[in-house]
């Protein structure tokens, strides 16, 4: 019985997740913030019919699966896939594929490049081991699609609107473009309620007179959130981080997970026990 615990344990660690049919895994591979080009999907198809049923299951993170392959021939459809530059995924006490939504680079509310972020923290991060697991989710925008807030670590694009009185005719359309009611005009001029923006950029998208412009666009930084059996929102960190400040941030909550952080225990129980603030001073500066 342990001896198959400890093969459980390090399938996981290789990306196979065992199946309840004996002998079987679901094969994960890599899929960075929901983008693979055809030639490799062309491949996992191949390889779904070769090793698997035929068919590939697609995860709720943007993860691919290629379910009921043989767990004799686990390693070879792997190193087959490799070869044509599919990786491996990650699952385990490991940090997990990052998230993520296609950002600026097609949808039109987008702030950030979500991909090229993406791309970045997977080169890194996806893969090293942490405690339990450390899921990241990058979204472009406020909409938030991709769940930054119900993640271990979440990124989401925001921009700080600058308002321009006198270029303001007083037409309306940054008021009508506002979801959060953020924004009035009082005698032909807006007026910005910072309590109620969320820094979404919508008002400046709806501005044809330049009175509304993007004073800052950067990351909103969310941290300790998670999902499952016990989900929790995670508490807001930081607000308009640039990247050189996000990836500083990223990687000393890294650092301090693995530190402080006991076996089993997820980012935000580490925040539980040990008190929010203990982290928060260890990664702002």
Do not use: W
């Not at 342990?2 to 065992?18: N, Q, R, T, V, Y």
């Amino acid at each position: 019985m342990s001896e198959k615990k400890i093969d459980e344990s390090l399938l996981k660690s290789k990306g196979f997740l065992p199946q309840r049919q004996e002998n079987m895994v679901s094969m994960r591979v890599r899929a960075t913030g929901g983008r693979i080009d055809a030639e490799k999907l062309r491949a996992i198809a191949d390889a779904a019919e070769k090793y698997g049923h035929g068919y590939i299951h697609i995860t709720s993170r943007q993860g691919i699966e290629i379910p009921f392959v043989k767990l004799e021939e686990a390693e070879e459809a792997s190193s087959e896939l490799e070869k044509k530059g599919v990786l491996r995924g990650s699952s385990g006490k490991r940090v997990r594929a990052v998230v993520a939504c296609q950002g600026n680079e097609v949808c039109r509310f987008g702030l950030i490049d979500c991909q090229q972020i993406a791309n970045r923290i997977t080169e890194k991060y996806v893969g090293e081991t942490v405690p339990k697991k450390l899921k990241i989710a990058v979204t472009g925008c406020p909409s938030a699609c991709v769940k930054p807030q119900d993640t271990d670590f979440g990124v989401m694009g925001t921009t700080k609107p600058q308002l321009i009185s006198e270029n303001c005719v007083g037409c309306k359309r940054c008021e009508k473009a506002c979801k959060m009611e953020a924004i009035k005009v009082l005698d032909d001029k807006a007026s910005i309620d910072r309590e109620k923006c969320i820094l979404c950029g919508l008002c400046i998208a709806a501005c044809r007179k330049d009175a509304l412009r993007a004073e800052k666009t950067g990351c909103t930084i969310f941290v300790g959130g998670k999902l499952g059996r016990k989900p929790g929102h995670g508490t807001k960190l930081l607000e308009l981080a640039d990247e050189g400040q996000l990836f500083s941030i990223l990687e000393k909550t890294f650092e301090y997970y693995r530190r402080e952080g006991l076996d089993g225990e997820r980012l935000g129980d580490l925040f539980d026990r040990l008190g929010f603030e203990k982290y928060r001073k260890e990664v702002l500066p």
